[in-house]
């Protein structure tokens, strides 16, 4: 919705609702008397403008976050793998972050923590589209056609490949190139390529301007319910802010549990944060909001990278994953 998560490196000219985040005193937050101990109560936090990380701003609007002391101010970004170096740097807390990105990062030796889950996949979520009047009609006609991918090497082609599998291809049967899911439509349009690994709400978008038409929902079969992004921190800073981290975990749990419950919160928040208008939030086809990290979920993404030449070496993801939060 990388979601670019990562996969979804979106590049919006959005300028987010930061009053969502509640206004922080002008003393000096780190030592409030209401901070419920918490090392740290006000952080930054990382955030594409796209339907995966609405809870962030639900759990501001709704104040989750401030009932567990703390105040956090969201911050645009352009990607999760983009991120990794503000979070490293600092000048993001946590950060969104997609799963094939966190996991290659992890290979190259970044310490990262996975501190809790955002967005899954959903039937028609991330499709392959072509014009309407294109002659390719299934998957294997993608045979020597280009390819349009928010991200190289990432959920994009990932899941785009295991599709040509199926039908028989191999990755290097199609070229992929890299273009923003917003430039995507007008792109394929002008030729530039022959059909894109689009997802919400630019499969909405580019079925009613352009009348492209799907030809492969990328989430079935391997990569049905695979999911897709999460919040991330690096492990210096889940060690030196636990506190902070569990309050977080906390928040944005209630958060994704209650975007997974009422569509309706999220049909309302994301105008705010987003290009995505009211009339197009309520079409829009959603993934799933999970409220916990589920070890076994994930292994099936690092799993999938190491099937298809992303990963050199296995990674056993219980070990990205951060101590859940403390309850109460």
Known sequence: MTRKLRCHAIVLGVTVALTLAGCGSSGT??????????????????????????SLYIANAKGFFKEEGLTVTPKIITGGAAAIPAIENGSLDI??????????????????????????AAPNTFNIMVPKDSPIKTVADL?????????LKNIATLA???????????ETDVKFVEKP????????????????????????????QHGFRK??????????????????????WASKYPKTLAAFQRAIAKAQQLASSDRKEIEAMLPKYTK??????????????????NANRLQKVADLMLE?????NPIDVKSVIAAPAASG
């Open 29 to 54: 937050p780190e030592t409030s008397a209401n901070s419920n101990g918490l090392e740290k109560t006000t952080i930054t936090v990382g955030a594409l403008p796209i339907p995966d990380p609405v």
């Open 95 to 120: 950060s969104q972050t997609n799963y094939v990105s966190t996991f290659l990062a992890v290979s190259q030796g970044k310490k990262i923590k996975l501190v809790a889950d955002m967005y899954q």
């Open 143 to 151: 045979k020597g056609k280009t390819v349009l991918v928010n991200n």
């Open 160 to 170: 785009t490949t295991s599709q040509l599998k199926v039908a028989g291809l191999a």
């Open 181 to 208: 899911f917003p430039e995507m439509g007008n792109a394929i349009v002008s030729g530039q390529a022959d059909a894109g690994w689009i997802t919400e709400p630019f499969i909405t978008a580019n079925q009613s």
């Open 215 to 236: 030809l492969a929902d990328t989430m079935t079969g391997q990569t049905a319910d695979l999911p897709i992004a999460g919040w991330m921190a690096t492990e210096e």
């Open 276 to 293: 995505i208008d009211a009339k197009t939030a309520s079409v829009i086809t959603l993934g799933a909001y999970p409220s916990e990290l």
């Open 308 to 312: 298809y030449g992303y990963l050199e």
